[in-house]
């Protein structure tokens, strides 16, 4: 893993474990708080435009759900055993060959109709 994202793991590990809420952080639970961090994050954007400017009052409240739904994931990967910045190498990979660049630019249509 990244060395950055490693040393904020240990510090989320450190925090988590210095208030004993390691057996709350199931697989289960740590990804349900993921699914609802990213829900929050969403419901900035509703009922507003399809790409409107963010106000600086609500880019704060947005930053705050960005770092959560991070949090929650690296937590999450620590619990399973994954390791997110490996994994997420490989998918750009893969998706590189189901969306190659020179069939797809400008598109935005699933993989399945090239």
């Known amino acids: 893993m990244n060395k950055d994202l490693q040393d904020l793991l240990d510090r989320l590990i450190r925090f988590r ?7 709350f952080h199931t697989a289960k639970n740590l990804a349900v708080s993921i699914s609802l961090e990213a829900a929050e994050l969403l419901e900035h954007f509703q009922w507003t435009n399809e790409d409107p400017d963010i106000p600086p009052e609500k880019r704060d409240k947005l930053v ?5 739904i991070l949090i929650y994931l690296l937590l999450f990967s620590h619990r399973t055993g994954i390791d997110p910045v490996r994994l997420a190498k490989e998918k750009i990979k893969k998706n590189a060959q189901k969306y190659p660049a020179d069939l797809v630019r400008g598109k935005s249509d699933k993989y399945t109709k090239y």
């Open 64 to 68: 705050e759900e960005v770092a959560d």
């Open 17 to 23: 474990d210095e208030r004993d809420w390691a057996k």
